[in-house]
């Protein structure tokens, strides 16, 4: 006997009843004036939980109950399948489930933090050089539309530094595609960006930074770094895939706050770019190693970068007047705000903010140039 | 036979909505639910899914009987796997080429109205209470006449902006009417909100049904005026108060100093200290008011419903939930849901006109999940 409401499928009407059933399969109300229905016409819903059993006649009607236990006797009773119930007996395994909480952790560990960087470089690898270069299209225009400006750089120093860069790429296999070119940063000063289909952009703002053009040579070939590893291709993929990744964890939760689920993309997301932003140190090293470049350029490069983004860089800046020595008076601004900000960050540790950023610590990045 | 209550007068009788899920219980699911979506490679996803709304539906009680999800999980995964190619294809046009990716957003968003329309019908269509289903009438003619004008407004918007920001790059002295235009339509669009929502809401509610009952709506479009006008009032306080103390930090710091990056290590603080509480505000208060407006105003032949969110509550949950998740990478997810279902079932009620056993099943044809996958892999909020 299982007491339980009953619904008889025409109107919302509520009676509480108890079902009985015979060891022959036939299953009835004791209260009801209707016919007896063979068990296998009906329609029982799996258990989940502590919710109530739902079973479901031919003739529309429906028999609700809270008494679990003795639904699922039944169904052993009367039924052999052995599937019924199959997902609720692994939700009520206390170990099953441990073991599940566990192995989803590693799992969502592993494959985040290996798992797709490493099948991302490999898809990267695997697509054909144009994809690259057809991805690039239409980033400068936007870039010249938004941020960028003319460069100011007289075309004599532009030819120099253009020099350079050829001359950097005789060592590079398969570089034939990559060039060089100049635009005045305005808002985005101090800075430089290869795009993906080979294209390097350096701004006005950190040509200016140079007093020495092997200084400009190791951000080349850290640009040229990014290009070599597929970066941007690389940085599509991982961020589809992180995307889908997320989607099929929550997907049964997507009307939870995305906040949630934003700042661990965030994280992972700028663990991603910094361990790219790493990759291409390395290739700058190795390439400055090689060609027995000093690779103590890079550090006073990355040094300067920094520095530039002072306030009281800016302001030395713009107290430049006049025309004349302006390359040297630009150079004391930036040595100055070097030196400034090293008296400052001596007491500097990894502060929380570095997890979101998308490159790692200078002090990181500098010290690996330096030791060498 | 929905009046005959009314006019004998039938008793009216408070009956609160109960909610007994169990954090652990629910768990115990969520997380079998996860593994067994990886090991599928998010085929399960959809039984995930159909699994986590039964236990919700099922832990929430009205007068001692429980709402019951019914979606088909095969009909679930069609609609994932659609969305999911038609996703992978626009994540591909949009990382090839800006302008691609554009062309299949506009035409995305020119579907928008049809997958509310769909999602509303799947979701209310498989819900059941008391072996009586809930339905949604399709009428997308309704939708799309609803969402036609803010759209010529925002499209006149997005037009203005850009021939704005388009004279000004190509250096072409600035004509001084583009400010005026668009002064003009961003006050339009602020203006048309509340009334927007309200004919968005009004359109849900009134083409829902329980069985044959046709829901109605009486809250009214001052309703919302008011809800966005008290907003403002907030937001004008709000920015007085981050005015107020960003020059007590300057004026702290102005004699001596007079360092710029100095103060600036105040900003963090300043920052948790006001503009944290001020977002959790914003969401609690949004979503409070917006649900009590909602439920208080649904009349289902004569029964009618009633929600008495708080702000501050919602705030407090808000907060522990976004704490505890983070603290535990999302693991106590569950945790989270169960409490904010239990807290808002707490506060909702029907107030039955006599009782509840005279609303009439309809027959009614299977639906589609397209529309509802659609909206959820393109983050949208179609949520009832």
């Given at each position: 006997m299982i007491k339980g409401s009953y619904f008889n499928g025409e109107t919302s009407d509520k009676k509480d009843v108890s079902l009985f059933y015979k060891e022959d399969g036939l299953v009835g109300f004791n209260e009801l004036d209707v016919?007896?229905?063979?068990?296998n016409e009906i329609n029982i819903s799996s258990r989940l939980g502590n919710t109530p059993r739902y079973l479901n006649f031919p003739d529309g009607s429906q028999f609700e109950t809270l008494d679990n236990i003795a639904i699922d006797e039944m169904v052993e009773k009367l039924a052999n399948d052995p599937l019924h119930g199959l997902a609720h007996?692994?939700?009520?395994?206390?170990?099953?489930v441990l073991f599940t909480v566990v192995a989803v952790i590693l799992f969502g560990w592993l494959f985040v933090q290996y798992g797709i960087p490493a099948f991302s470089k490999q898809i990267a690898e695997l697509l054909p050089e144009e994809a690259s270069q057809y991805m690039g299209q239409g980033v400068l225009d936007a870039m010249d539309k938004g941020f960028f400006s003319e460069s100011?750089?007289?075309?004599?120093?532009?030819?120099?530094?253009?020099?350079?860069?050829?001359?950097?790429?005789?060592?590079?296999?398969?570089?034939?595609?990559?060039?060089?070119k100049f635009r005045l940063g305005g808002k985005i000063k101090a800075n430089a960006f290869a795009l993906p289909d080979g294209t390097i952009v350096f701004t006005d703002e950190l040509i200016n930074l140079a007093e020495n053009d092997l200084e400009i040579a190791s951000i080349m070939l850290h640009e040229i770094g990014h290009l070599k590893n597929h970066h941007s291709l690389r940085a599509t993929i991982q961020q589809f895939s992180l995307a889908m990744f997320v989607m099929v964890i929550t997907g049964d939760v997507s009307t939870s706050s995305s906040i949630i689920t934003a700042i661990?993309?965030?994280?992972?997301?700028?663990g991603f770019s910094q361990g790219m932003e790493t990759e291409a140190d390395t290739y700058s090293l190795e390439y400055m190693q090689k060609q027995k470049i000093d690779p103590n350029y890079f550090a006073i490069m990355m040094e300067k970068l920094e520095a530039s983004y002072s306030v009281e860089y800016m302001s030395c800046m713009d107290s430049i007047s006049g025309k004349e020595n302006v390359?040297?008076?630009r150079i004391k601004c930036i040595n100055d705000a070097v030196k400034l900000s090293k008296a400052e960050s001596n007491e500097g540790d990894k502060s929380t903010m570095d997890y979101f950023s998308t490159h790692p610590s200078s002090k990181e990045r500098i010290d690996r140039f330096k030791l060498k | 036979m929905e009046n005959v209550n009314e006019e004998v007068g039938a008793q009216i009788i408070n009956k609160p909505f109960e909610f007994t899920g169990k954090a652990g219980e629910f768990f115990a699911i969520w997380i079998v639910n996860v593994a067994l979506t990886i090991l599928t490679l998010g085929i399960y996803s959809a039984w995930a899914k159909v699994r986590t709304n039964q236990y919700f539906y099922g832990n929430t009680l009205l007068d001692g009987t429980s709402f019951r999800y019914t979606a088909n999980p095969k009909q679930i995964l069609k609609g994932r796997i659609i969305a999911f190619v038609v996703f992978m294809l626009y994540f591909a046009a949009s990382s090839v080429s800006p302008i691609f990716g554009a062309g299949a957003f506009f035409v995305l968003m020119l579907l928008v109205p049809a997958f509310l329309v769909m999602s509303m019908a799947f979701r209310l269509k498989n819900s059941v209470y008391r072996n009586v289903r809930f339905n949604f009438n399709k009428d997308f003619s309704g939708v799309y006449k609803i969402f036609a004008i803010p759209v010529v407004v925002m499209s006149a918007y997005i037009f203005v902006v850009s021939q704005f920001q388009e004279s000004i790059a190509s250096g072409a002295e600035a004509k001084p009417e583009f400010p005026v235009f668009v002064f003009v339509l961003l006050g339009l669009i602020a203006l048309m909100a509340p009334w927007w929502e309200?004919?968005?809401?009004?359109?849900?509610?009134?083409?829902?049904?329980?069985?044959?009952?046709?829901?109605s709506f009486s809250a009214t479009t001052k309703n919302y005026y008011w809800l966005y006008i008290k907003l403002v009032l907030v937001l004008i306080a709000f920015s007085a108060l981050i005015g107020l103390s960003v020059a007590g930090i300057s004026a702290l710091f102005k004699p001596e100093t007079a360092d710029p990056s100095e103060m600036m290590k105040y900003m963090p603080i300043l920052m948790v200290v006001i503009i944290v509480p001020f977002y959790l505000w914003l969401f609690a208060y949004m979503a409070t008011k917006r649900t009590n407006l909602l439920y208080n105003n649904i009349d289902i032949a004569g029964h009618k419903t009633q929600s008495e969110l708080k702000t501050g509550y919602m705030m407090y949950l808000y907060f522990t939930n976004t704490l505890g998740m983070l603290l535990t990478l999302g693991l106590l997810m569950p945790w989270a849901k169960i409490r904010t279902a239990r807290y808002r079932a707490s506060v909702t009620s029907v107030n039955v006109a006599g009782d509840l056993s005279q609303f009439v099943v309809v027959q009614t044809d299977k639906q589609s999940a397209l529309g509802e996958e659609m909206g959820e892999m393109f983050d949208m909020d179609l949520g009832f």
């Amino acid at each position: 006997m299982i007491k339980g409401s009953y619904f008889n499928g025409e109107t919302s009407d509520k009676k509480d009843v108890s079902l009985f059933y015979k060891e022959d399969g036939l299953v009835g109300f004791n209260e009801l004036d209707v016919d007896d229905v063979s068990f296998n016409e009906i329609n029982i819903s799996s258990r989940l939980g502590n919710t109530p059993r739902y079973l479901n006649f031919p003739d529309g009607s429906q028999f609700e109950t809270l008494d679990n236990i003795a639904i699922d006797e039944m169904v052993e009773k009367l039924a052999n399948d052995p599937l019924h119930g199959l997902a609720h007996k692994l939700e009520s395994a206390k170990s099953f489930v441990l073991f599940t909480v566990v192995a989803v952790i590693l799992f969502g560990w592993l494959f985040v933090q290996y798992g797709i960087p490493a099948f991302s470089k490999q898809i990267a690898e695997l697509l054909p050089e144009e994809a690259s270069q057809y991805m690039g299209q239409g980033v400068l225009d936007a870039m010249d539309k938004g941020f960028f400006s003319e460069s100011k750089l007289t075309e004599k120093r532009q030819n120099e530094l253009t020099s350079l860069f050829n001359s950097l790429l005789k060592n590079i296999e398969s570089s034939k595609n990559y060039q060089l070119k100049f635009r005045l940063g305005g808002k985005i000063k101090a800075n430089a960006f290869a795009l993906p289909d080979g294209t390097i952009v350096f701004t006005d703002e950190l040509i200016n930074l140079a007093e020495n053009d092997l200084e400009i040579a190791s951000i080349m070939l850290h640009e040229i770094g990014h290009l070599k590893n597929h970066h941007s291709l690389r940085a599509t993929i991982q961020q589809f895939s992180l995307a889908m990744f997320v989607m099929v964890i929550t997907g049964d939760v997507s009307t939870s706050s995305s906040i949630i689920t934003a700042i661990p993309v965030m994280l992972v997301e700028s663990g991603f770019s910094q361990g790219m932003e790493t990759e291409a140190d390395t290739y700058s090293l190795e390439y400055m190693q090689k060609q027995k470049i000093d690779p103590n350029y890079f550090a006073i490069m990355m040094e300067k970068l920094e520095a530039s983004y002072s306030v009281e860089y800016m302001s030395c800046m713009d107290s430049i007047s006049g025309k004349e020595n302006v390359r040297l008076k630009r150079i004391k601004c930036i040595n100055d705000a070097v030196k400034l900000s090293k008296a400052e960050s001596n007491e500097g540790d990894k502060s929380t903010m570095d997890y979101f950023s998308t490159h790692p610590s200078s002090k990181e990045r500098i010290d690996r140039f330096k030791l060498k | 036979m929905e009046n005959v209550n009314e006019e004998v007068g039938a008793q009216i009788i408070n009956k609160p909505f109960e909610f007994t899920g169990k954090a652990g219980e629910f768990f115990a699911i969520w997380i079998v639910n996860v593994a067994l979506t990886i090991l599928t490679l998010g085929i399960y996803s959809a039984w995930a899914k159909v699994r986590t709304n039964q236990y919700f539906y099922g832990n929430t009680l009205l007068d001692g009987t429980s709402f019951r999800y019914t979606a088909n999980p095969k009909q679930i995964l069609k609609g994932r796997i659609i969305a999911f190619v038609v996703f992978m294809l626009y994540f591909a046009a949009s990382s090839v080429s800006p302008i691609f990716g554009a062309g299949a957003f506009f035409v995305l968003m020119l579907l928008v109205p049809a997958f509310l329309v769909m999602s509303m019908a799947f979701r209310l269509k498989n819900s059941v209470y008391r072996n009586v289903r809930f339905n949604f009438n399709k009428d997308f003619s309704g939708v799309y006449k609803i969402f036609a004008i803010p759209v010529v407004v925002m499209s006149a918007y997005i037009f203005v902006v850009s021939q704005f920001q388009e004279s000004i790059a190509s250096g072409a002295e600035a004509k001084p009417e583009f400010p005026v235009f668009v002064f003009v339509l961003l006050g339009l669009i602020a203006l048309m909100a509340p009334w927007w929502e309200y004919m968005i809401t009004n359109f849900r509610v009134k083409h829902a049904k329980y069985g044959d009952a046709g829901f109605s709506f009486s809250a009214t479009t001052k309703n919302y005026y008011w809800l966005y006008i008290k907003l403002v009032l907030v937001l004008i306080a709000f920015s007085a108060l981050i005015g107020l103390s960003v020059a007590g930090i300057s004026a702290l710091f102005k004699p001596e100093t007079a360092d710029p990056s100095e103060m600036m290590k105040y900003m963090p603080i300043l920052m948790v200290v006001i503009i944290v509480p001020f977002y959790l505000w914003l969401f609690a208060y949004m979503a409070t008011k917006r649900t009590n407006l909602l439920y208080n105003n649904i009349d289902i032949a004569g029964h009618k419903t009633q929600s008495e969110l708080k702000t501050g509550y919602m705030m407090y949950l808000y907060f522990t939930n976004t704490l505890g998740m983070l603290l535990t990478l999302g693991l106590l997810m569950p945790w989270a849901k169960i409490r904010t279902a239990r807290y808002r079932a707490s506060v909702t009620s029907v107030n039955v006109a006599g009782d509840l056993s005279q609303f009439v099943v309809v027959q009614t044809d299977k639906q589609s999940a397209l529309g509802e996958e659609m909206g959820e892999m393109f983050d949208m909020d179609l949520g009832f």
